[in-house]
């Protein structure tokens, strides 16, 4: 510094004034520094994040969304943490352009996806975890590289899940049921951590078996569709000539059991009929008698045709009767 020039500090910038100068050059000189602090003052919170304050380095108070003022000259700096935001880590690869034609990089993030599964099977998994900051004081201050440590307690949570399923759960049916029991865990293991995060959805991408096997794989896939269909097509032979055989079964069945009630019922009903009989001939057995030979011969005169009524007591009266064949009724 020379002995004519005085330096005055603003911020981080050095000025150097001449000592000659005027006051008019130090009063703007005055107001510049102002103006440098009323713009450090004032800061804004969007409407998705938090303000977290600290003075010299220690932690003072949160401030929610809109215009607020601070210590001026780094004696309070601010962090603005979106915890409204929903936020995201990709696993076993990397969205390289968004938007209506999205593409992804693979490539390099296969240490990420090759996992080996409960059946001693490998498989590559992608996946994608979902959270939320919670709480900002922790996740800034509690967890030193709080996200590159989530990123490991999310590997480790998602291999060792995994090693608990077999393989062809981990590539079909069994997506759903690792998604939850990862949710679960790494909600687990954030909460011990104290990182200030929540999961909110835990997805398996896409999960393949790996690439030099993959035409193996194939063949097996194709293999167990053609025995799925064949089972189907069994199934619906199955079904189709089954039933129908039970039904005439059935059928059959219930024709019997009709004709037996059928001919016990009528069994029953002569039986009782003719017990009432008796009853009415032990009572009154001439009557009876007579009413059962009166009944009898009702039925059977209208089928007996031409009829010839004689007194017993006449005599010669077959030389009336026309007898010849022609006056025969038969």
Same mark, same amino acid.
Request: no cysteine; aromatic share 8%; hydrophobic share 50%.
């Given at each position: @510094?020379? +002995?004519?020039? =005085?330096?005055?500090?603003?911020?981080?910038? +050095?000025?150097?004034?001449? @000592?000659? =100068?005027?006051?008019?050059?130090?009063?703007?000189g005055a107001a510049l520094l102002l103006l440098v602090g009323a713009k450090q003052t004032m800061f804004t919170i969007r409407p998705e994040e938090q303000g977290i304050l600290l003075r010299f380095g220690k932690y003072v108070r949160t401030v929610d969304p809109g215009l607020h003022f601070k210590l001026p000259f780094g004696v309070e700096d601010v962090f603005k943490v979106p915890v409204q935001r929903q936020l995201k880590q990709e696993f076993g690869f990397r969205t390289a352009k968004s938007g209506s034609e999205t593409q992804y990089v693979k490539r390099g993030y296969e240490g990420e996806s090759l996992m080996l599964t409960g059946d001693l099977n490998s498989a590559d998994?992608?996946?994608?975890?979902?959270?939320?900051? =919670?709480?900002?004081?922790?996740?800034?201050?509690?967890? +030193?590289?709080?996200?590159? =440590?989530f990123r490991d307690i999310s590997e480790a949570t998602m291999r060792e899940i995994v090693g608990d399923h077999s393989v062809d759960e981990v590539i079909t049916w069994g997506k759903e049921q690792i998604n939850q029991e990862v949710n679960e865990k790494l909600q687990e293991r954030c909460e011990q951590y104290e990182t200030g995060i929540t999961i909110q959805v835990v997805l398996l991408q896409d999960v393949n078996a790996p690439p030099p096997v993959q035409p193996s794989w194939n063949e097996v896939n194709a293999a167990e569709q053609e025995k799925d269909q064949l089972v189907n097509q069994a199934k619906t032979k199955y079904n189709a000539e089954v039933p129908q055989a039970q039904g005439e079964a059935s059928q059959v069945i219930k024709e019997a059991e009709g004709y037996d009630l059928e001919r016990v019922n009528h069994a029953l009903g002569d039986r009782e009929k003719f017990i009432q009989v008796y009853e009415q001939y032990r009572r009154a057995r001439e009557v009876t008698r007579r009413r059962i030979y009166l009944e009898t011969m009702t039925e059977i005169m209208p089928k007996a045709g031409r009829?010839?009524?004689?007194?017993?007591?006449?005599?010669?009266?077959?030389?009336?009767?026309n007898l010849s064949e022609e006056g025969v009724v038969k």
């Open positions: @510094m020379g +002995r004519n020039e =005085t330096i005055i500090t603003i911020g981080n910038e +050095r000025i150097k004034i001449p @000592m000659g =100068t005027n006051l008019l050059l130090l009063l703007a998994v992608e996946w994608v975890v979902q959270y939320r900051i =919670t709480d900002p004081v922790l996740f800034l201050f509690n967890v +030193r590289s709080v996200e590159s =440590t009829k010839i009524i004689v007194d017993e007591a006449e005599k010669g009266i077959i030389r009336f009767l």
